[in-house]
């Protein structure tokens, strides 16, 4: 095992296996890291690691899988809206029955007064009691303590709600949150028939119970149903979200290429110095099995050291990282194991090739270091070639998004040395009045085609990798930096009416608030084209419009043309009577310039 250390070329060899073991495990690390941290984060704005949603109750069969799966948590939700009463007042609020293991991830910040400070509670409210956001408190002129009624029960207005975990109800929840005990449901009685309401079934677990439940619940589903998880929600599709995801799978390939650049180079130079270790072995009358057990076997066991200490480097980096991104992820126990795969089959990839095309040689061509036979060089090389591919597939996992990538880097790797071969032959023959360094240099490089042309391209997929490592980080990074425009707004203020405006205008001037115009929202649904029930108007192939039909429509007002806003077509709506459409909006229900719309809310149509 401690022989091949006496070669300079071996130690050459263990350091780039050191190197690309520490490189590849720490990669591995990061991104599942990385992903693990996304995913905590994800459950918590989703509440729960897997929810399924439905217009209706589940099925009996569908609770029963979700109660028969072992190591989970679970809840239960039902948000409805529906109007509170108390004397005669009434208040149209967004209700949310919780059941008793409610919230699953996070915390309800919640105050005991309207103007109390807050604090944060990890359970909901008791059967009989409901807690209340502070602006239905005041519209309805209530204060804790008091009674309110929902449909046929009363409830103890125990809490003043001031944050969820989930926030579930959206930004344009224009009305009032409640909360109340999923128990009291049944008794208030105002879910029936034909009632809309959404149900959701919460469940935390871990990540192989939740592919086995998404396995089972998915072909089970409803019409009115949907599966979401912290895997697929829309989260994981937004820009700079997308783009994280598929930088973490380029980084791990480049990181795959640059290593096998590094040792191809360090396995070919250490295959030359193995070649009159070859020859003697074959003078004597060893046999083949006897080489190739001195040869790779014996570099293969002392490999296994460098391979593990860059492990080991990269498992105390990897922990240091949890600890510091603030615990409670596991350990991903698989970046080591494919920490070690990786640079010994780089490696078997690169030296077994070159030791097969030895074995063709005779003792005497090995110990004149003559050139292989033609056929058994491209053989080598495409092995060579192809050895880093399906390292790279096992470790990013997929490489659909980025074969654009393998496609570039092959045609670097082959074209410009290509290229640049004619440049060291042109500079061999200039090289007269070049130092003796020089001239030797050049005439070796230009003399021996085979190995030089493999140097070119190892150097140049190195450069290559690296550049487009740095490139990209930085593109995503500046992608980030350019959805968020100067001076962009960071708080958000809904749901005003309009005895709050001067009083919210004054404390905007008090604060001295750079703040956007303020546009009136009305919720109502688009219910008519051009005298055409939508439903008729709005054909099959326009069915990307469908979840506008299904959806309130925010509707404003305002007397120009807002700056961050750009006509495509038509004009500004100015008199009464008319009204534009967002272009994706129109291009989703085929509307076009001319059309007249009739939208129905809560009064007249309009």
């Known amino acids: 095992m401690f022989k091949p250390w006496r070669s300079p070329a071996f130690r050459v060899q263990a350091l780039a296996v050191l190197v690309a073991a520490f490189a590849m495990t720490a990669m591995l690390i990061l991104r599942d890291t990385v992903d693990q941290r996304f995913n905590q984060r994800t459950a918590v704005a989703l509440g729960a690691d897997?929810?399924?949603?439905?217009?209706?109750?589940?099925?009996?069969?569908?609770?029963?899988?979700?109660?028969?799966?072992?190591?989970?948590?679970?809840?239960?939700?039902?948000?409805?809206?529906?109007?509170?009463?108390?004397?005669?007042?009434?208040?149209?609020?967004?209700?949310?029955?919780?059941?008793?293991?409610?919230?699953?991830?996070?915390?309800?910040?919640?105050?005991?007064?309207?103007?109390?400070?807050?604090?944060?509670?990890?359970?909901?409210?008791?059967?009989?009691?409901?807690?209340?956001?502070?602006?239905?408190?005041?519209?309805?002129?209530?204060?804790?303590?008091?009674?309110?009624?929902?449909?046929?029960?009363?409830?103890?207005?125990?809490?003043?709600?001031?944050?969820?975990?989930?926030?579930?109800?959206?930004?344009?929840?224009?009305?009032?949150?409640?909360?109340?005990?999923?128990?009291?449901?049944?008794?208030?009685?105002?879910?029936?028939?034909?009632?809309?309401?959404?149900?959701?079934?919460?469940?935390?677990?871990?990540?192989?119970?939740?592919?086995?439940?998404?396995?089972?619940l998915t072909p089970a589903l409803r019409p009115d149903q949907e599966l979401e998880t912290v895997a697929n929600t829309d989260l994981r599709s937004r820009g700079p979200v997308e783009q994280l995801f598929l930088w973490s799978q380029l980084a791990v390939m480049l990181v795959v290429l640059l290593c096998a650049a590094a040792i191809y180079l360090t396995s070919s130079h250490r295959a030359r110095h193995q070649q009159t270790l070859c020859a003697v072995m074959k003078t004597v009358g060893a046999s083949q099995g006897a080489i190739v057990r001195r040869l790779l076997g014996g570099d293969a066991l002392a490999l296994l050291i460098p391979a593990l200490v860059g492990i080991a480097l990269a498992a105390a980096t990897g922990l240091y990282l949890i600890a510091l991104m603030g615990g409670n992820m596991a350990f991903p126990v698989m970046a080591p194991l494919l920490g070690i795969i990786g640079p010994v089959l780089l490696w078997l990839g690169f030296a077994a090739p070159t030791l097969w095309a030895h074995l063709g040689l005779p003792a005497t061509a090995l110990l004149q270091q003559r050139e292989n036979a033609p056929g058994r060089q491209r053989w080598t090389l495409l092995i060579a070639l192809l050895t880093p591919v399906p390292i790279a597939a096992m470790m990013s996992g997929s490489l659909s998004a980025l074969w654009p990538l393998l496609l570039l880097t092959f045609a670097i790797a082959v074209g410009l040395p290509l290229l640049l071969w004619p440049l060291v032959s042109l500079l061999d023959r200039a090289s007269g009045k070049m130092p003796l360094a020089a001239r030797l240099a050049l005439r070796r490089l230009s003399r021996r085609k085979t190995t030089t042309l493999p140097l070119l391209a190892a150097l140049v997929v190195s450069l290559a990798v690296l550049a487009m490592s740095i490139q990209t980080g930085r593109q995503l990074l500046s992608d980030w930096r350019s959805t968020l425009p100067e001076n962009a707004p960071n708080y958000f203020v809904i749901n005003l009416f309009d005895q709050d405006l001067a009083p919210f205008k004054d404390w905007l001037a008090a604060h001295n608030s750079d703040s956007q115009p303020l546009y009136p929202v009305v919720r109502a649904r688009l219910t008519a084209v051009n005298g055409e029930p939508v439903r008729e108007a709005v054909t099959k192939e326009q069915d990307r419009g469908e979840r506008a039909l299904n959806r309130d429509l925010s509707l404003t007002e305002a007397d120009t043309l807002p700056d961050s806003n750009l006509m495509q077509e038509g004009r500004w709506a100015d008199r009464p009577g008319e009204v534009t459409v967002e272009s994706k909006l129109a291009e989703s229900l085929g509307l076009k310039v001319g059309d007249r719309l009739t939208f129905t809310g809560a009064a007249t149509p309009i």
């Open 50 to 216: 897997l929810i399924l949603e439905g217009s209706r109750f589940p099925k009996p069969e569908q609770r029963q899988w979700l109660a028969d799966a072992e190591g989970t948590r679970q809840a239960e939700s039902v948000t409805f809206s529906s109007v509170l009463i108390h004397d005669e007042r009434f208040l149209l609020a967004s209700i949310r029955a919780v059941s008793a293991g409610f919230p699953l991830y996070g915390e309800i910040r919640i105050s005991d007064s309207r103007f109390a400070d807050p604090y944060p509670v990890s359970h909901g409210p008791k059967p009989g009691h409901v807690w209340i956001a502070g602006t239905g408190l005041d519209r309805l002129g209530m204060q804790t303590g008091e009674f309110i009624t929902l449909g046929e029960r009363s409830l103890l207005i125990d809490k003043v709600i001031v944050q969820e975990p989930d926030q579930q109800a959206g930004f344009y929840s224009m009305n009032p949150r409640a909360l109340i005990h999923l128990d009291d449901l049944q008794d208030a009685g105002v879910l029936g028939e034909g009632s809309r309401y959404r149900h959701n079934l919460l469940v935390a677990a871990n990540d192989a119970t939740r592919q086995q439940l998404e396995d089972r």
